[in-house]
């Protein structure tokens, strides 16, 4: 029988590559440390670590075992996390979001579920897509909502077990000019017609796609701001600083800014819900996932978009 403990360390050995650095994070000696490793190896009738000069590597056996572990400690996490909302005086459900994505859907989403659970004592919690979806696989969250770029979402099976990634909607991004701009008044724009100008970044994962297409396109990015709010980031461009590339949920028509189409294959952010994949579905998750469902599909223009 594998021993839950010695999964606990080998996993902690793979998360600090030695066993010096795991007996440090766990509050064991190097020696006791290795001693599990020798037990579960025994256990499953083959070496799971292979220690040299440059640390540990696991064999595959051993990255079985590993996988098998974060699967465990996510649902006793999850598991704790059902107990003490079973023992709670009022039922309770933490959400987690990212900032725009939240604004954009969870009003109309938590209106609906309030209605209908008045009972459920909510929480909102504010967290990009990776610490959210660590959110809910320790319990601290019975749900995300959460985006990614073009791309594999925040969560893909065998890459953090015990969750699961539900589509939600499509999120284009705009190209946001400034007053007067030389191409202010085009349908839509190229982004390597931009190569002259400079930027303005209202979030570090538009940066990223930025200079990835920038290096594409042959030219190199100028920023002229950076920022972490994609309405001051508009602000910025209706004061002339620069131009920016802004999600669709959060134009705002700043100032005298113009909103236009970028040509195909236009870039997006791409949302989803983070759900726990649990044997019995929680009824107050599914209701709210439910309700956010519904919101993303109602309709919704920003009054910064030119129809």
């Known amino acids: 029988m594998i021993d839950v403990q010695r ?3 080998l996993r902690a050995v793979a998360e600090h590559g030695s066993f010096n650095r795991a007996a440090g994070a766990l509050l064991l000696t190097p020696s006791a440390v290795s001693q599990h490793i020798a037990a579960l190896e025994r256990a499953v009738g083959h070496p799971v670590a292979v220690r040299s000069t440059r640390g540990v590597t696991l064999t595959e056996p051993g990255r079985l075992l590993v996988e098998a572990a974060e699967s465990i400690s996510a649902e006793l996490d999850q598991v704790r996390h059902a107990i003490d909302r079973l023992t709670a005086q009022r039922p309770r ?3 987690a979001t990212f900032t725009s994505g939240g604004r954009h859907l969870l009003p109309a989403a938590l209106a609906r579920f309030v209605e209908a659970h008045p009972e459920v004592e909510l ?9 959210a979806a660590a959110m809910v696989r320790g319990g601290a969250a019975d749900l995300a909502l959460a ?3 073009d791309g594999p979402p925040p969560v893909r099976p065998g890459e953090r077990p015990g969750l699961d990634w539900v589509p939600l909607m499509e999120d284009p991004l705009w ?5 007067g701009h030389r191409l202010a008044d085009r349908p839509t724009v190229d982004l390597a017609e931009l190569g002259a100008d400079r930027w303005v970044l209202g979030c570090l994962r538009t940066e990223a796609y930025l200079r990835r297409y920038a290096e594409l396109a042959g030219f190199d990015l100028r920023v002229a701001a950076s920022t972490t709010d994609y309405f001051f980031a508009q602000t910025l461009v209706a004061a002339g600083v620069g131009v920016s ?3 669709h949920v959060s134009l ?3 100032g005298e800014s113009t909103a236009v189409r970028v040509e195909p294959p236009r870039p997006a952010r791409h949302f989803g819900l983070v759900l726990p ?3 019995r579905p929680h009824l107050h998750t599914q209701a709210l996932a439910a309700a956010l469902t519904a919101a993303a599909t109602s309709p919704h223009t920003p009054t910064g978009e030119r129809p």
């Open 147 to 149: 985006y990614h770029f």
């Open 175 to 179: 190209l946001v000019l400034p007053p």
């Open 277 to 279: 994949r649990l044997r």
């Open 252 to 254: 705002t028509g700043a």
């Open 7 to 9: 999964l606990r360390v």
């Open 245 to 247: 590339l802004i999600p």
């Open 123 to 131: 929480t909102v919690l504010e967290s990009e897509p990776e610490g």
């Open 93 to 95: 459900l933490t959400v």
